[in-house]
């Protein structure tokens, strides 16, 4: 699908009155023909974290849910997939958690038809190249038997090696702040090996230098205001970095600084230490978001 047609079907969730709630996006949704969802599936998978709206994320979990829900329904959406989309990473993002979640879900019921398929479907054995069990899981031989893995690994490396891989500690914060936004803004089927590198790097930051991780978080709320990009940089390094050794800092940017005051209302910290808790309460106050 192209991008005039992403947009038309993105608008089209947007304005739809039917997904406003959970039950009306799945009554909308199940009545919808097949290759039609597709097209919504596959729009979907395009779409930036930074532009996900509400009636968005209905549509995704209804996504998410369809292989548990309606196994069948939800069969006939990646045999159209692989029939009708020809963005190969795309249509990868059904191995993510579509057609593993079916097969958890639902194989014993699915199993045979995918077999059936597959004799005739080059595009499913090459899908199910990408699905892994543990060894004991009662279909992994019978995947295993169908799959294309070699073909499904070579596109896989490919999707998932960067042209050029972060080197985050060689670069500045400005740069830090940069690449961070650029990476969780990213899909899920745009990321690759470098969001990858930049959670451990943060991981990294927050139990070895605390202080530089604090000074990300300032960086990036000084060149994004994107709610939703917000909501995972309060949930995220923010979040994971608030302990009693960072207390006094994070009490002295949130006094000087609005915005970060501000974000800190998006942090749960209820587990917390009774000390610390009670000086973030002092500081969120109303704020909670």
Request: proline letters at 5%.
């Amino acid at each position: 699908m192209g991008s005039t047609e992403d947009a038309d079907m993105l608008a089209l969730i947007a304005a739809a009155p039917e997904l406003a709630t959970p039950d009306d996006t799945e009554a909308f949704l199940d009545g919808m023909p097949i290759s039609e969802l597709a097209s919504m599936w596959g729009a979907l998978q395009r779409l930036s974290r930074r532009d996900q709206t509400g009636a968005a994320w209905s549509a995704i979990l209804y996504f998410d849910h369809l292989p548990h829900k309606r196994p069948e329904r939800a069969l006939d959406l990646a045999l159209e997939v692989l029939r009708s989309e020809t963005d190969k990473p795309t249509v990868m993002q059904l191995n993510d958690k579509f057609m593993l979640s079916l097969l958890y879900a639902h194989g014993a019921a699915v199993i045979e038809r995918i077999e059936a398929e597959a004799k005739q479907n080059a595009a499913l054995r090459w899908l199910l190249g990408g699905i892994h069990f543990g060894p004991d899981e009662p279909f992994q031989r019978r995947i295993e038997a169908i799959a294309d893995l070699k073909g499904w690994r070579a596109d896989d490396l490919a999707r998932r090696t960067p042209k050029r891989p972060l080197d985050c500690e060689a670069m500045s914060v400005v740069e830090l702040a940069r690449a961070w936004v650029e990476q969780y803004s990213k899909s899920e089927r745009d990321r690759d090996d470098n969001f990858f590198i930049m959670m451990d790097y943060e991981r990294d930051l927050r139990k070895e230098d605390p202080d530089r991780a604090i000074d990300l978080i300032l960086e990036i709320l000084k060149i994004e205001a994107n709610p939703v990009l917000l909501s995972l940089l309060a949930a995220g390094p923010l979040e994971d970095v608030i302990s009693m050794e960072t207390i006094d800092r994070i009490e002295r940017e949130a006094s000087a600084n609005k915005r970060f005051h501000d974000l800190l209302g998006g942090v749960w910290y209820y587990r917390a230490p009774a000390e610390l808790k009670a000086r973030l309460d002092a500081l969120v106050g109303q704020n909670r978001w």
